[in-house]
Antibody, heavy 126, light 108 residues
């Protein structure tokens, strides 16, 4: 059974950089069938996709977060990571990591998140 | 950018009721629409992918339909464990993902 576990600080100061890691067990992060993603959810609000990475290192992120997002993968540790810079109070949220299953037809690719971590609450406060 | 809306934003229902939730895209997304269920304090769980395909292990009382811009999630006989918030997600222009705002289903 695939499992994902987020780890990182629960409290970050304004203007600092958040660093989170997602550890994957029960499967290989280097599988060619999957991407790996980060999604967040502010308290009482909806889901926001942050970004996605392939084991090769190809990344995609939400344009609304501009250049603040860095996602990386460490296949040797079966982990992938998120860095979000210039944190503000609006970045307070539960951060989830998840596996993204991609499927393609002759013209395009699509997918869904099928396995999720439990999430970790990150609060931005001085 | 493709925008997603859901209606209603919340509803109250009783055990055994048939519940229908609608998700609308601002432009055609073909069938590339997924549905998730989220219970309080828990991560979302995939229910339906590509508009109508039931994820393994999901009860058959859940079903999805639609294509283009209009999609529906139906729960044929609401069970106590179904009280949750439901989100749609479009992956038409993957790897970008857009989630809908959610529909909360609570007990009448």
């Amino acid at each position: 059974q695939l499992q994902l576990q987020e780890s990182g600080p629960g409290l970050v100061k304004p203007s600092e950089t958040l660093s989170l890691t997602c550890s994957v067990s029960g499967g290989s992060i280097s599988s060619t069938s999957y991407y790996w993603g980060w999604i967040r959810q502010p308290p009482g609000k909806g889901l926001e996709w942050i970004g996605t990475i392939y084991y090769s290192g190809s990344t995609y992120h939400n344009p609304s977060l501009k250049s603040r997002v860095t996602i990386s993968v460490d296949s040797s540790k079966n982990q992938f990571s998120l860095k979000l810079s210039s944190m503000t109070a609006t970045d307070t949220a539960v951060y989830y990591c998840a596996r993204y299953v991609e499927y393609c037809n002759s013209t395009s690719c699509h997918g869904f998140f099928d396995y999720w971590g439990r999430g970790t609450l990150v609060t931005v406060s001085s | 950018d493709i925008q997603m809306t859901q209606s209603p934003s919340s509803l109250s229902a009783s055990v055994g009721d048939r519940v229908t939730i609608t998700c609308r895209a601002s432009q055609s997304i073909s069938i590339y629409l997924n549905w998730y269920q989220q219970k309080p304090g828990r991560a979302p769980e995939l229910l339906i992918y590509t508009a109508s395909s039931l994820q393994s292990g999901v009860p058959s009382r859940f079903s999805g339909s639609g294509s283009g811009t209009d999609f529906t999630l139906t729960i044929t006989s609401l069970q106590p464990e179904d009280f949750a918030t439901y989100y749609c997600q479009q992956t038409y222009n993957t790897p970008r993902n857009i989630f809908g705002p959610g529909t909360k289903v609570d007990i009448k």
